[in-house]
């Protein structure tokens, strides 16, 4: 087992990095499936990453999403209820479990029902990680000026 000196000491390091950076494997002919999927209207303005772009670092203006938060649920424009709760979690739309969009719906029904208070123990719950080995499959997403 490494010590927590050597690890801050691979970081440093110029060896690769341990995970890895893929790009998208979508293709504009994809945006209108996208549109479509997501139930955006012409108001939304969907841009497919280059190959040199990663979902990590969106345009200025943009958040990131994935296909599968789109197949799991996610509809434009936001519920104010997710935009809500990633204000207040201070997350990008983008960075929630494709699985949880339903999930936190389901959950504003119901503190709404039990006139309960929003707590951040439980909105940090929704958080969480990437699967290394997945394929990549991200897009911008804005709504046009």
Known sequence: MSSPRASAAELGSSQPPWYEEKSSTLRSSDVP??????????????????????????PQGFHSFYINQLEMGLRFPLPRFIAELCQHIKISPGQLAPKSYSFVLSLAILLRYHNHPLVPYVLMQLISGWAPGKKIRSVFIMPKQ
Do not use: L
């Open 33 to 58: 499936f996208i549109k479509e999927k997501g139930g955006m209207s012409d108001s939304f303005e969907v841009i497919i990453p280059g190959p040199d772009e990663r979902a990590h670092r969106p």
